[in-house]
């Protein structure tokens, strides 16, 4: 729930002080910056609660906690990606296709009612999914509509 905040909340805040300073207000910038501070942010979590975040993945999957590293990685690198004009394109379209390969995370972590945060397995569930794959859905479509797009 907090990254939804904080795409909106950036993008509401950039849409106001744009309009303040210029008298007019850049929607594409907005939307970046916005979709940049939520990854920024969502990649902290990758660090703060590795091992907890190392849980999502089946214990099938060698290396879990590295993996969680390498993606807080790659949403920094994407955070900064967006808003380089030579690559912003394809950081689109490998952004996209990571918000897709990592749902089945989020699916399986919410059939384990896992808490990620505190490493246990008292989370809220499969409810959560009500929230979550609509969420992922609308950063698909943020990403294409704010990134890929001109």
């Not at 990649?43 to 590795?50: E, K, P």
């Not at 060698?62 to 030579?86: D, L, M, S, V, W």
Request: charged share 10%; proline share 4%.
């Amino acid at each position: 729930m907090k990254p939804l905040f904080i795409l909106l909340g950036v993008f509401s805040i950039s849409i106001i002080i744009m309009k303040l300073i210029h008298k007019n207000s850049n929607h594409l910038l907005a939307g970046r910056l916005a979709l940049s501070l939520m990854l920024l942010f969502t990649a902290l979590g990758h660090f703060l609660y590795a091992k907890g975040m190392s849980l999502m993945l089946p214990d099938i999957i060698p290396f879990r906690e590295i993996i969680i590293y390498i993606t807080g990685f790659i949403e920094i690198a994407a955070a900064i990606g967006i808003f380089i004009p030579n690559i912003r394109i394809i950081t689109a379209v490998l952004l996209i296709s990571f918000f897709i390969l990592i749902l089945p995370s989020n699916i399986y972590s919410s059939i384990k009612h896992l808490n990620y945060q505190t490493g246990t397995f008292d989370g809220n569930g499969i409810s959560y999914l009500w929230f979550r794959i609509p969420f992922q859905l609308l950063l698909i479509f943020w990403t294409y509509y704010f990134v890929y797009k001109k």
